[in-house]
Protein backbone atom coordinates (compact mmCIF):
# COMPACT_ATOMS: atom_id res chain seq x y z
CA UNK A 1 0.00 0.00 0.00
CA UNK A 2 1.61 3.34 -0.79
CA UNK A 3 1.51 6.17 1.27
CA UNK A 4 -1.52 7.91 2.11
CA UNK A 5 -1.87 11.89 1.27
CA UNK A 6 -5.00 12.86 3.57
CA UNK A 7 -5.23 16.05 1.28
CA UNK A 8 -5.59 13.59 -1.98
CA UNK A 9 -7.88 11.39 0.26
CA UNK A 10 -10.06 13.94 1.48
CA UNK A 11 -10.52 15.52 -1.99
CA UNK A 12 -11.59 11.98 -3.03
CA UNK A 13 -14.10 11.84 -0.29
CA UNK A 14 -15.51 15.42 -0.74
CA UNK A 15 -16.08 13.99 -4.32
CA UNK A 16 -17.57 10.66 -3.73
CA UNK A 17 -19.59 12.22 -0.99
CA UNK A 18 -21.06 14.09 -4.28
CA UNK A 19 -21.62 11.62 -6.30
CA UNK A 20 -18.23 10.81 -8.23
CA UNK A 21 -17.95 7.44 -9.10
CA UNK A 22 -14.28 8.29 -10.23
CA UNK A 23 -13.72 9.30 -6.75
CA UNK A 24 -15.24 6.10 -5.35
CA UNK A 25 -12.64 4.08 -7.59
CA UNK A 26 -9.91 5.70 -6.13
CA UNK A 27 -11.05 5.40 -2.63
CA UNK A 28 -11.79 1.37 -2.98
CA UNK A 29 -7.95 1.47 -5.00
CA UNK A 30 -6.40 3.06 -1.91
CA UNK A 31 -8.06 1.25 0.92
CA UNK A 32 -8.82 -2.29 0.01
CA UNK A 33 -5.90 -3.64 1.19
CA UNK A 34 -6.16 -2.37 4.17
CA UNK A 35 -9.60 -3.68 4.39
CA UNK A 36 -8.77 -7.08 3.10
CA UNK A 37 -5.89 -6.83 6.17
CA UNK A 38 -8.46 -6.19 8.68
CA UNK A 39 -10.99 -8.79 7.48
CA UNK A 40 -8.29 -11.45 6.72
CA UNK A 41 -6.93 -11.18 10.33
CA UNK A 42 -10.74 -12.66 11.50
CA UNK A 43 -11.70 -14.60 8.54
CA UNK A 44 -10.42 -17.15 5.99
CA UNK A 45 -9.57 -16.01 2.94
CA UNK A 46 -13.18 -16.43 0.93
CA UNK A 47 -15.12 -14.59 3.48
CA UNK A 48 -12.48 -11.80 3.95
CA UNK A 49 -12.75 -11.30 0.24
CA UNK A 50 -16.35 -11.39 0.19
CA UNK A 51 -16.42 -9.38 3.34
CA UNK A 52 -14.36 -6.89 1.84
CA UNK A 53 -16.44 -5.59 -1.07
CA UNK A 54 -19.87 -5.86 1.39
CA UNK A 55 -17.55 -3.38 4.01
CA UNK A 56 -16.93 -0.67 0.69
CA UNK A 57 -20.87 -0.89 -0.67
CA UNK A 58 -21.91 0.08 3.23
CA UNK A 59 -19.09 2.75 3.47
CA UNK A 60 -20.05 4.50 -0.11
CA UNK A 61 -23.67 4.44 0.91
CA UNK A 62 -22.84 5.67 4.42
CA UNK A 63 -20.33 7.98 3.13
CA UNK A 64 -22.43 11.31 4.00
CA UNK A 65 -22.11 10.60 7.55
CA UNK A 66 -18.50 10.69 7.08
CA UNK A 67 -17.60 14.43 9.23
CA UNK A 68 -13.63 14.71 8.58
CA UNK A 69 -12.98 13.46 5.04
CA UNK A 70 -9.67 13.12 6.24
CA UNK A 71 -10.37 10.38 8.61
CA UNK A 72 -11.51 7.76 6.29
CA UNK A 73 -8.97 5.20 6.69
CA UNK A 74 -9.65 4.76 10.27
CA UNK A 75 -13.79 4.98 9.49
CA UNK A 76 -13.42 2.48 7.05
CA UNK A 77 -11.83 0.53 9.60
CA UNK A 78 -14.28 0.53 12.16
CA UNK A 79 -16.73 -0.57 9.47
CA UNK A 80 -14.63 -3.65 8.50
CA UNK A 81 -14.10 -4.30 12.21
CA UNK A 82 -18.07 -4.05 12.60
CA UNK A 83 -18.35 -6.71 10.03
CA UNK A 84 -20.15 -10.22 10.71
CA UNK A 85 -19.38 -13.71 8.43
CA UNK A 86 -22.54 -14.80 6.56
CA UNK A 87 -24.93 -16.84 8.79
CA UNK A 88 -23.97 -19.70 6.14
CA UNK A 89 -20.45 -19.74 6.93
CA UNK A 90 -20.33 -18.86 10.50
CA UNK A 91 -19.57 -22.95 11.28
CA UNK A 92 -16.51 -22.96 8.88
CA UNK A 93 -15.11 -19.28 8.81
CA UNK A 94 -11.89 -21.08 10.40
CA UNK A 95 -11.76 -23.90 8.23
CA UNK A 96 -9.63 -22.88 4.89
CA UNK A 97 -9.65 -26.66 3.62
CA UNK A 98 -12.17 -25.94 0.90
CA UNK A 99 -9.89 -22.71 0.02
CA UNK A 100 -8.64 -22.73 -3.56
CA UNK A 101 -4.92 -23.56 -4.04
CA UNK A 102 -2.84 -20.28 -5.13
CA UNK A 103 -0.96 -21.81 -8.28
CA UNK A 104 1.77 -19.89 -7.50
CA UNK A 105 3.31 -21.83 -4.71
CA UNK A 106 3.87 -24.80 -4.34
CA UNK A 107 2.06 -27.53 -1.46
CA UNK A 108 4.29 -26.90 1.26
CA UNK A 109 4.61 -23.41 1.12
CA UNK A 110 0.64 -23.43 0.84
CA UNK A 111 -0.10 -25.38 3.95
CA UNK A 112 3.02 -23.25 5.88
CA UNK A 113 0.75 -19.80 4.87
CA UNK A 114 -2.49 -21.25 5.62
CA UNK A 115 -0.77 -22.46 8.90
CA UNK A 116 0.92 -19.04 9.81
CA UNK A 117 -2.25 -17.41 9.20
CA UNK A 118 -4.47 -19.94 11.38
CA UNK A 119 -1.41 -19.03 14.14
CA UNK A 120 -2.09 -15.46 13.46
CA UNK A 121 -5.50 -15.44 14.09
CA UNK A 122 -5.55 -17.45 17.45
CA UNK A 123 -3.44 -14.06 18.65
CA UNK A 124 -5.12 -11.66 20.27
CA UNK A 125 -6.86 -8.70 18.29
CA UNK A 126 -4.48 -6.16 18.00
CA UNK A 127 -1.52 -8.15 17.16
CA UNK A 128 -3.72 -10.42 14.37
CA UNK A 129 -4.68 -7.22 12.46
CA UNK A 130 -1.17 -5.06 12.83
CA UNK A 131 0.85 -8.54 11.60
CA UNK A 132 -1.81 -9.44 8.72
CA UNK A 133 -1.80 -5.07 7.07
CA UNK A 134 2.38 -5.81 7.78
CA UNK A 135 2.95 -9.48 6.57
CA UNK A 136 0.33 -10.27 4.48
CA UNK A 137 -1.02 -6.48 2.89
CA UNK A 138 2.69 -5.33 2.96
CA UNK A 139 2.16 -2.04 5.01
CA UNK A 140 5.05 -0.44 6.79
CA UNK A 141 4.29 0.39 10.68
CA UNK A 142 3.68 4.63 9.74
CA UNK A 143 1.06 3.49 6.84
CA UNK A 144 -0.21 0.88 9.22
CA UNK A 145 -0.51 3.62 11.94
CA UNK A 146 -2.06 6.17 9.66
CA UNK A 147 -4.48 4.45 7.77
CA UNK A 148 -5.81 2.91 11.02
CA UNK A 149 -5.44 5.84 13.33
CA UNK A 150 -3.60 3.84 15.85
CA UNK A 151 -0.64 5.74 17.23
CA UNK A 152 2.74 5.15 15.60
CA UNK A 153 4.42 3.64 18.74
CA UNK A 154 1.87 1.41 19.50
CA UNK A 155 1.49 -0.26 15.45
CA UNK A 156 5.41 -0.55 16.58
CA UNK A 157 4.43 -2.56 20.05
CA UNK A 158 1.86 -4.33 18.20
CA UNK A 159 4.02 -5.82 15.87
CA UNK A 160 7.34 -6.25 17.79
CA UNK A 161 4.67 -8.20 20.62
CA UNK A 162 2.55 -9.91 17.87
CA UNK A 163 6.03 -11.16 16.34
CA UNK A 164 7.11 -12.83 19.25
CA UNK A 165 3.43 -14.54 20.04
CA UNK A 166 3.61 -15.94 16.31
CA UNK A 167 7.10 -17.13 16.37
CA UNK A 168 6.03 -18.85 20.12
CA UNK A 169 2.78 -20.31 18.24
CA UNK A 170 5.16 -22.01 15.30
CA UNK A 171 7.27 -23.05 17.90
CA UNK A 172 10.14 -20.91 16.22
CA UNK A 173 13.03 -19.75 17.86
CA UNK A 174 14.31 -16.69 17.87
CA UNK A 175 17.55 -17.46 15.52
CA UNK A 176 14.16 -18.10 12.53
CA UNK A 177 15.01 -21.84 12.63
CA UNK A 178 11.97 -23.91 13.62
CA UNK A 179 12.36 -26.49 16.61
CA UNK A 180 13.99 -29.51 15.88
CA UNK A 181 11.30 -32.12 14.91
CA UNK A 182 8.95 -29.34 14.16
CA UNK A 183 6.82 -29.13 11.31
CA UNK A 184 3.68 -26.78 10.47
Given at each position: MQGIDNTEVSLWVTAAQRGSPQ???HLHRRF???????LLSRFRPAIAEELTQECFLLAFTKLGQLRDPAKFGPWIVTIARRMHAPM???????DEA????D???DLESAVDAAAILAAIRRLPEAYRETLVLRLVEGMSGAEIAVATGIGPESVR????????KLREALSIESNGSRNEGDRV
Open positions: AFKVALVHGVESLDRVNDEPAPRYVNLHRGMK
